[in-house]
C-alpha cells in the first residue's frame, strides 16, 4: 500500500465542470416549471368542470322513490304519534275536575308493589 495516493482526477477542466453542472441544473429547472404549468393546468380544469344535464340512472330513481316513500312513512308515524299524544291529554280526568294520582314507578326486584291490581301483594324474590 502506498502511503501517498494519487488525487483523482475526473474533469481536467475546472469550467468544463461548472458549465455541465450549469446545463444539468438548467434541465432540471425546466421539468419542474413544466411540471408545475401542468398541474396548475390540471387544478384550473378540476375547479370548473363543465356538467353536462344526463338523465338520472333507473337506480337513482329507485333509491329517490324508496327515500321518499321511507319520508312520508315517518311522517305518518309521527302524526299518528301526536294524534295519541293529543287523545290521551284530552281525556285525562284533571280536566274533569278530578284529582289524578301520579302513575306508580316502575318496580324493581325485591321490592313489595305499592299498587297492585289483583287481590294480593306478594313480596318478589330473587336468587343469585
Known amino acids: 500500500m502506498a502511503r501517498n495516493p494519487k488525487k483523482k482526477h475526473f474533469v481536467e477542466d475546472k469550467d468544463a465542470a461548472v458549465d455541465?453542472?450549469?446545463?444539468?441544473?438548467d434541465i432540471v429547472e425546466e421539468n419542474a416549471a413544466r411540471k408545475i404549468k401542468m398541474r396548475r393546468t390540471k387544478a384550473s380544469a378540476r375547479a370548473a368542470p363543465e356538467h353536462h344535464a344526463r338523465a338520472p340512472s333507473s337506480k337513482e330513481r329507485l333509491?329517490?322513490?324508496?327515500?321518499?316513500?321511507?319520508?312520508?312513512?315517518?311522517?305518518?308515524?309521527?302524526d299518528k304519534a301526536k294524534m295519541r299524544k293529543n287523545a290521551r291529554a284530552s281525556s285525562t280526568p284533571s280536566q274533569n275536575g278530578q284529582k289524578v294520582s301520579p302513575?306508580?314507578?316502575?318496580?324493581?326486584?325485591?321490592?313489595?308493589?305499592?299498587?297492585?291490581?289483583?287481590?294480593?301483594?306478594?313480596?318478589?324474590?330473587?336468587?343469585g
Open 63 to 78: 333509491e329517490r322513490a324508496k327515500a321518499a316513500v321511507a319520508a312520508e312513512a315517518a311522517r305518518a308515524k309521527r
Open 20 to 25: 455541465l453542472a450549469r446545463s444539468v441544473a
Open 103 to 127: 302513575r306508580p314507578a316502575r318496580q324493581t326486584s325485591g321490592e313489595m308493589p305499592s299498587e297492585h291490581s289483583g287481590g294480593k301483594t306478594q313480596k318478589r324474590v330473587t336468587f
